[in-house]
């Protein structure tokens, strides 16, 4: 697909009707895996990407990201959304170079957070945070295809349990021209529920352990649903286990759960 198509494709998903599910891959690999599954559209996560790399989220620099956001959109004709953490940056004029070097890496949509990196002031202020996605908004306008912008209210992340402060950020992300909105770490449905009645623009939630499945978010007005890091965590976790047995005890039941050969060569193509 040409990423005009993509970036059309990406918009109907959005347009609904319904909630759609875009899991995160780490690699090329795990991208063809869950394209072959049958989902509609993918997303990178910085934190699966920051492991793999050998490092932690929020330690990677944006040309490195955007290398790895570009294999993740040459693995599958899906389109791609973007992790792009804060944007890489403070300021507003490099939050927009970061959605120009986006597009030019392939993908038709990112994420962009209201996280400082800053322990000591780990939000934005809002008038700061609302102008980094007004930037962001206007290089996304400016490309030669449709660009779905989300912003991203990270009180919840940073410990901030403020549910008025963080509809009102997505409000005024939303009023600064953001396409979706995403507080990543809700996790109650009925505070998802009031997040979905206050804006006026599609809603992401990130899927978490005990948290709604995809029928209740769906029935709560949800449009998307990503997994984060998830994906990845449940590999790693199944890997240190595995390893830490054969290490601690030497036995081999870890790979009882082990993916045959013949399930993955339908993702991967035959080696005939």
Known sequence: ???EERAAAFQALHEGPGIFVMPNPWDAGTARVLAGLGFE????TSGGMANSMGTFDGNVRRRDALRHAREIVDATPLPVNGDLENGFGDDPETVAKTIRKAAKAGLVGCSIEDATK???EPVYPLDKAA???KAAA??????AFPFVLTARAENYLYGRVDLPDTIARLKAYGEAGADVLYAPGLRDIEEIRKVVEAVSKPVNVLALHGGPSVAELADAGVRRMSLGSNLHRVAMGAFLRGAQELKDHGTLAFLDGAASSKELAPFFGSPD
Do not use: F, Q, V, Y
């Open 1 to 3: 697909m040409s990423l």
């Open 41 to 44: 559209a993918l997303a990178t």
């Open 118 to 120: 800053n322990p000591d």
């Open 131 to 133: 102008e980094r996605i």
């Open 138 to 143: 206007k290089a996304a306008r400016k490309l």
